[in-house]
């Protein structure tokens, strides 16, 4: 089977919808780091640097708050 970062796409909706009826902040940072961190790195693979920068200053950003709200 080969990855496509369709799926990932599929399974971060999903959770991000679940997050929006939960209201669950914490968990929205969360799956948006995660799903940037995976596309630079397919980013990375198809030296699409527009890409990698883009999400890889999303996910920083993202992560910033989760450690700054972490109490």
């Keep these: 089977m080969e990855f496509s970062p369709e799926y990932v796409g599929y399974l971060a909706s999903l959770l991000l919808m679940i997050s929006f009826a939960l209201k669950n902040v914490k968990l929205l940072r969360m799956v948006n780091t995660v799903g940037c961190i995976v596309f630079v790195i ?30």
């Excluded at 198809?46 to 972490?70: H, Q």
């Design 42 to 71: 397919y980013g990375i693979m198809l030296s699409a640097w527009p890409i990698v920068i883009t999400n890889g200053f999303i996910a920083a950003i993202n992560i910033f708050y989760l450690v700054k709200d972490k109490k």
